[in-house]
């Protein structure tokens, strides 16, 4: 899969973070998400699939198939 | 069990749809209805009085989903037909225009709608700020200079304010409280909050109460307060809180205090659930029922009611959580604050515009406030996700 994020969207809420730690986290200074893996592996997909959906802000685009 | 072959939404924000979203996401292939009363397509409603109102957003930015994203959920949409009634012995809904929906499981996510002043329907230059429609009526009068009187000091207003302000709006916020979002943040952060508001330009008239409106002809010309005072507007926004869009279950047999009454599982009667703000539910980590209105609550109640529905329920006790951003501060809260805590710094510092601040109730964690620290705010969630799941001795 491919993950792609809008940090303009991002409200900083970090709940990508408490959904999928080893892909995303948040900038120190503002909160607003930081992407550690763009094409993470199939194991990782319902972790990423959650935290996509329960982005209060959006921000996350999921493609799903081969990076 | 046999997951339910027709499963019926009533609701088409962001519980709805991420109702729809998670059936999928779960695996059901069943047929899935989503009634909606607006005619737009499913919006979100944070940016309406922040991105939207301060022009910075087209109206289409706002919607929760493309429509080849929506299209791909395989569920039959009826925008623009609210629902009038409800049996819940027989899974029926019955909408204005005369349709009726019947279903194996129902999902109600109606939301709620916005308080307003006796009167102010009629009354030209008076807006609540709930749906698109109402983000968009309200920012075509938010032009420089005219003054706005914003009633009501909760999350809404202060976010109005703040975003008429930058705007170039003579901008005052009358409301009940000592400062503003008292009741949310408690009186430390809210004194804060009340500074930047006035450093910003924003008139506070705190602790009042307003009565009604003063009009010239059709228009409005202020609102009356209790100390007799007329504060003089050209628009008024008002914005002291929601009611839980129920009256259309009067009589359903649902139990409706403040909200649809739910137990842990979110289920109002067999086979019907309620999410988002229009669902009181039991939190067996808090011990009793709440209704919560906010963004995130909506999605997380609408997976725990997906997956109660495919047979794969679990008691629903959330941490509590909202975010607000007022000009440029980025305010988070986890837990719910409330009155008589102890509250404590535990990173950053107030006089420099950053902090983490900590509240406790008895000696237990209760909520975790973040100010210019999302991240470091949310690090510290965790101490109450431990007493939220697990119920008060």
Known sequence: MKVTVDQERCVAAGSCVTAADDVFDQRDEDGIVVLLNPAPTADRAAAVREAAAICPALAITVEEGRP | ?393
């Open chain 2, 1 to 393: 069990m046999t997951p339910p072959a027709h499963v019926l939404i009533v609701g088409a924000s962001a519980a709805g749809l991420s109702t729809l979203e998670t059936l999928r996401r779960l695996g059901h292939t069943g047929t899935v209805t989503l009634l909606g009363d607006e005619p737009h397509p499913p919006y979100d409603r944070p940016p309406l009085s922040k991105q939207i109102l301060a022009g910075a957003w087209t109206p289409q930015r706002a919607h929760l989903r493309p429509a080849a994203a929506l299209d791909a959920l395989d569920a039959t949409f009826h925008l623009g037909d609210p629902a009038v009634a409800l049996d819940p012995a027989s899974r029926t809904v019955h909408t204005a225009s005369g349709r009726r929906h019947q279903a194996d499981a129902i999902v109600v996510a109606t939301g709620a709608t916005a308080r307003t002043l006796p009167g102010q329907d009629t009354v030209a230059g008076v807006h609540v700020i709930r749906t698109l429609d109402d983000a968009t009526g309200l920012r075509a009068e938010l032009t420089p200079g005219r003054r706005l009187v914003v009633v009501g000091d909760g999350v809404l207003g202060c976010e109005v304010a703040a975003t008429a302000a930058a705007l170039g709006l003579d901008t005052t916020l009358v409301g009940p409280q000592q400062a503003p979002m008292r009741a949310q943040l408690g009186p430390r952060a809210a004194d804060l909050l009340g500074l930047l508001h006035t450093a910003n330009g924003v008139r506070l008239r705190l602790t009042t109460t307003v009565t009604g409106l003063a009009v010239d002809g059709a228009r409005v010309r202020g609102v009356e307060t209790t100390d007799g005072q007329v504060l003089p507007a050209d628009v008024v926004l008002v914005a002291f809180g929601a009611t839980p869009a129920t009256g259309w279950l009067d009589g359903s047999g649902l139990t409706l205090v403040d909200g649809i009454v739910c137990d842990a599982y979110c289920r109002a009667a067999p086979g019907v659930w309620a999410v988002g703000d229009v669902a009181r539910f039991h939190h067996e980590g808090l011990g009793r029922d709440v209704r919560l209105e906010n963004r995130t609550n909506a999605t997380e109640q609408a997976a725990a009611v997906a997956a109660d529905i495919l047979g794969a329920g679990r008691p629903y006790t959330p941490v509590p959580y909202f975010w607000t951003d007022q000009f440029d501060v980025k305010i988070q809260v986890h837990g719910i604050p409330g009155p008589g805590m102890h509250t404590e710094v535990t990173d950053g510092d107030p006089t420099a515009g950053r902090f983490v601040l900590t509240y406790h109730l008895d000696g237990r964690p209760a909520a975790v406030l973040g100010w210019n620290m999302p991240k470091q705010a949310r690090r510290q969630r965790q101490s109450l996700l431990t007493a939220m799941t697990t119920a008060p001795v």
